[in-house]
């Protein structure tokens, strides 16, 4: 599975972003689909039966969201901080592979 990230960039505090993840190679909708903030902070996930689960990061401030059609995964995040600044990556836990596949990870920087 190779997921590509889009989205990402500059954005004043109180904004609005969105971040996407195409997978390529295999249907992401097996696989358990996740956002990370600074790799290891699990902002949401959302399971192969469509279950989402939020983090500490960003609670209540984002929303992740999978188009099955697209093969594509979004984060969408409101109402930004200059703490939520850092690099954001998706990630796919797959029934097939032992680990987690990434993505490239998108800087964000939110200034005040």
């Known amino acids: 599975v190779r997921l590509m990230q889009s989205g990402g960039g500059s954005m004043q505090a109180g904004g609005r972003m969105m971040l996407s993840c195409v997978g390529s190679g295999a249907n992401i909708s097996a696989c358990e689909m996740a956002w990370f903030f600074q790799e290891h902070q699990l902002i949401a996930l959302i399971s192969s039966d469509g279950t989402t689960t939020y983090g500490d990061s960003l609670k209540g401030r984002s929303t992740i969201a999978l188009d099955k059609v697209k093969n594509t995964l979004y984060l969408q995040m409101n109402s930004l901080k200059t703490e939520d600044t850092g690099v954001y990556f998706c990630?796919?836990?797959?029934?097939?592979?032992?680990?987690?596949?990434w993505g490239q990870g998108s800087q964000v920087t939110v200034s005040s």
């Open positions: 990630g796919a836990y797959c029934p097939w592979y032992v680990g987690w596949y």
